[in-house]
């Protein structure tokens, strides 16, 4: 597979609603980060959708090397 590209070495700040869906970018050349823009396109990358269970802040993975897609887990401190 093919390798993302990193977008930012931090996470994206979010605040989500309860049941609404969004589309992480998994490439990392959405111009919309941390959401997905499309520019997925030709390529093996598909974005992910997330549905958040409750309204409040959380951490999207701006590096794309989490082990919790699509939220950070601090492997952007390793890059």
């Known amino acids: 597979m093919t390798t993302p590209k990193i ?3 931090a996470p994206y700040p979010v605040e ?3 049941g609404k869906s969004y589309f992480w970018c998994t490439c990392g050349e959405s111009s919309k ?3 997905c823009d ?6 093996d990358f ?6 958040a269970e409750e309204s409040k802040k ?3 993975c ?3 090397a989490t082990g919790k897609s699509p939220l950070c887990d601090g492997s952007h401190n390793k890059i």
Do not use: L
Request: charged letters at 20%.
């Open 16 to 18: 989500v609603e309860a």
């Open 58 to 60: 959380i951490f999207f």
């Open 62 to 64: 701006g590096c794309k």
């Open 46 to 51: 598909t974005p992910m959708k997330y549905t």
């Open 38 to 43: 499309a520019s997925h396109k030709g390529t």
């Open 33 to 35: 980060q941390p959401f």
């Open 7 to 9: 977008a930012q070495k």
